[in-house]
């Protein structure tokens, strides 16, 4: 027993990735409780503090999205989207803190579209039934049926392999600059970072979930997309 908590605790045994995304998911935990200590404090009779206005931004931008596209069920979806968003995004950029990008990991990239996929699928049960979901496949003839379970099932790979093919593109470009140019590259380097980490990551997430949310909504009724007050 002492073997395996010895073992287990072991940190050598985790891949760099896997302990990587670990160190996110910690910190952006701790960051979200903490702002929501804070944000409770906030008086909404008053001026809304400049340092607040950011997050709502990004949160408000976010659910306009999902509510034009998704409709009266979106608040079921946005602290999903929202959630894969700073996760994809700080995962993009993590080796600005020095840590190894999750996401140029083929196998993370695939948790995350798998887990979308889940989600897009428990929208289209959601708004059209069990028995409707399942006739979908029929449209618009039974003929479909093998390509359209095709289509579904290559969804998640389509936005893996977008994601990490991305991704790890930026990671070579990079290393092709400073294995060319050697000790010249040092001065270009941080902009070349600049550019790939954070400008390319906030690309790349947006695709993510752009995508996610279309795919979403092409699985809803248009009738649950009309969005009421």
Known sequence: MADFWQSFCDLSTISKPVL????????????????????KKVDPLKKTPLWLIPFMMIVD?????????????????????????????ISNMSAVFLLENPTGYVMITLALAV?????????????????GYLKGFLDPNPIMLPMNIISEF???????LRLFGNVISGSVIAILIKGFFGWFSIPVMPFINIVFDIGF?????AVFVILSII???????????????
């Open 215 to 229: 795919f979403t909504s092409m699985k809803i009724k248009e009738e649950d997309k009309i969005f009421s007050l």
């Open 61 to 89: 931008m976010i659910n306009t999205f999902i509510k034009q596209n998704i409709g009266k069920r979106w608040k079921s979806y946005s602290p999903w989207f929202l959630s894969i968003s700073i996760f994809i995004f």
């Open 201 to 205: 990551g906030i690309i790349q997430t």
């Open 20 to 39: 990587s995304t670990i160190i996110i998911t910690i910190v952006l935990c701790i960051i979200c409780i903490l702002l929501s200590f804070k944000i």
């Open 154 to 160: 290559s969804l998640p790979i389509s936005l893996c």
């Open 115 to 131: 887990t979308s996929f889940f989600v897009i699928q428990s929208a289209g049960i959601v708004s059209n039934g069990f028995f």
